[in-house]
């Protein structure tokens, strides 16, 4: 068959623009729009569910861990990737013996207590030291605050605990007491949440009227519970690297903001950064610290504050320091850090009780990033009154990974789209489709979805199938199936080798339940596909 004078069947989908095929093939919400055109951005509650999609996980300002490591699989090293993420920055040497004095937020009781061990002891901090005994009458070790003073106690084989006396045990009580062990170079530290391990010392430190538990620990040590409790000790070497000397800096850069002002330098939380102790440590990240060793960044003679997150979802935020830009960034973005969840309007209007029924969502965004940027202002029109509300406080009342979002009116999750889109597409991470990009529309008695990378269309008698951008845009164009004459899609797109027209082949086909839509292979618009009854 060719396509010369009046083919003997219709062929329709040859005149449309890229521009039109695009309006066409998403819908409500249009595809990646350019940030000029996404500044405003408003969804119109036609479902009782709407679905939002987010994108990256976390502040997005400095390094994206996801980006480090495709960055890294893409042939990288590391201080590529830093020089990448953190732009202006030198890597320099912070010298060896380094300590860092952590503290163990998740003890609170005021008091520390560890396990007997051969070779554990306690020291205070003028220097002197008491091996403490082993035995079965002693099966814990306390530090108590007593006013100003430490008193020392261990609990017997009943479980009592008595406070501990020898003559030989001459420790200054208004002096700093800490754990350590002379043999393992480990200590064991109860804790109510579960028992941990941690290299170095543990000291308690008076704090107030109360005490707090701090971990002197070598900054290399601390740094093998800290990279593998940041990112999976399986992923790419330089990743890991990359993860090593921002981890480190970042910790330098902490203590040197405090100052020395506090009884710690940093805290074991994600808060500060994620530290475990012995639990984390693996021998690919142990790799890692040590082929880095001492290595951090600087920037103007100071440590840089070195953020990192999980993902910027493809475009990183600005933050207070020259070296932390808002940029473009191909390495976490070929990672699809891309979550779509339905939200009922029920559930917005609990939290947003002023609005009544919700009738309209308006986004405002910063003009960066996939969709048209992150999110700066929402606001909620409903039949009783409009609130406006941030991004970030949008985010967090309903439990959003990110601003950088988008949302659609929705696929309800009880559809024959959403089903096949979440078991046989991957959801809103799979290649194929990705997020929606528009309302769940009732056409001709069937459901049509549009999709950022295509559609699904669903009736009774066929099914949920999928059509590409471009296959969608020239079925639209013909008129759906209301008026193109082809019915519903009967079959998803598939690859299609014989040679049937000119220039389509190798090319892609939908069968209707009258006729077919032939695409060129890798088609991006409806002119490069035909459209066939019969």
Not at 226 to 247: F, G, H, I, R, Y
Not at 484 to 489: I, K, Q, Y
Request: contains cysteine.
């Amino acid at each position: 068959m060719a396509t010369t004078s009046a083919p003997p069947r219709r062929f329709l989908g040859r005149c449309l623009t890229a521009a039109a095929t695009t309006a066409l093939a998403v819908g409500v919400l249009g595809a990646a729009p350019t940030p000029a055109e996404a500044a405003t951005e408003q969804v119109t509650a036609t479902n009782s569910t709407l679905t939002i999609t987010t994108a990256g996980w976390g502040h997005g300002r400095g390094m994206s861990q996801y980006g480090a490591q495709a960055a890294a699989k893409q042939g990288l090293s590391y201080s590529k990737i830093l020089g990448f993420y953190y732009p202006g920055t030198k890597l320099e040497s912070l010298g060896k013996n380094d300590t860092v004095r952590v503290w163990i937020t998740a003890d609170t009781d005021n008091k520390l207590h560890v396990y007997p061990a051969t070779g554990l002891r306690v020291r205070d901090s003028a220097g002197k030291t008491f091996t403490l005994p082993t035995g079965k009458n002693y099966t814990k070790w306390r530090i108590s605050r007593s006013g100003s003073k430490r008193v020392l106690y261990y609990r017997d084989a009943k479980g009592k605990y008595r406070k501990y006396t020898n003559s030989k045990f001459k420790l200054d009580p208004k002096r700093v007491w800490y754990f350590d062990n002379t043999k393992t170079g480990t200590v064991k530290l109860y804790l109510a949440s579960g028992n941990r391990t941690y290299r170095g010392s543990l000291a308690l430190r008076f704090y107030g009227s109360g005490a707090r538990t701090v971990n002197n620990v070598s900054m290399e040590n601390y740094l093998r519970s800290v990279v593998p409790s940041e990112m999976p000790a399986s992923w790419n070497a330089e990743a890991l690297k990359a993860q090593t000397v921002a981890a480190r800096t970042y910790a330098a850069r902490y203590r040197a903001n405090l100052g020395g002002k506090q009884v710690y330098d940093i805290c074991n939380t994600a808060a500060c950064q994620v530290y475990k102790g012995t639990m984390t440590e693996y021998s690919a990240s142990d790799a890692a610290v040590k082929a880095t060793e001492g290595k951090v960044l600087t920037y103007d003679k100071k440590y840089a504050w070195t953020e990192f997150s999980s993902s910027n979802g493809g475009y990183s935020v600005k933050g207070s320091y020259a070296y932390i830009k808002a940029q473009e960034d191909p390495y976490d973005a070929s990672t699809n850090q891309v979550w779509s969840t339905p939200v009922k309007t029920s559930t917005i209007e609990k939290k947003y009780t002023k609005i009544g029924t919700l009738k309209s969502i308006t986004l405002e965004r910063d003009g960066k990033g996939r969709w048209g940027g992150r999110v700066t202002q929402v606001t909620l029109t409903g039949t009783k009154g409009t609130q406006k509300v941030s991004g970030t406080s949008f985010k967090s009342a309903l439990g959003l990974r990110e601003t950088l979002m988008t949302i659609s009116g929705g696929l309800a999750t009880n559809s024959g789209n959403y089903t096949r889109w979440q078991a046989d597409f991957g959801g809103s991470k799979g290649a194929l489709l990705g997020v929606p990009a528009g309302t769940e529309q009732v056409r001709s008695g069937g459901l049509y979805a549009p999709f950022e990378g295509g559609a699904l269309w669903w009736s009774k008698a066929t099914g949920s199938h999928r059509l590409s951008a471009a296959a969608n845009a020239a079925y639209l164009q013909a008129g759906g199936p209301e008026k193109s004459g082809l019915g519903f899609p009967k079959t998803d797109e598939y690859a299609f080798t014989k040679k049937i027209v000119d220039d389509f082949t190798p090319a892609t086909r939908v069968d209707f339940e009258v006729g077919m839509i032939l695409c060129k292979a890798n088609a991006k618009a409806a002119t490069d596909c035909l459209v066939s009854l019969g």
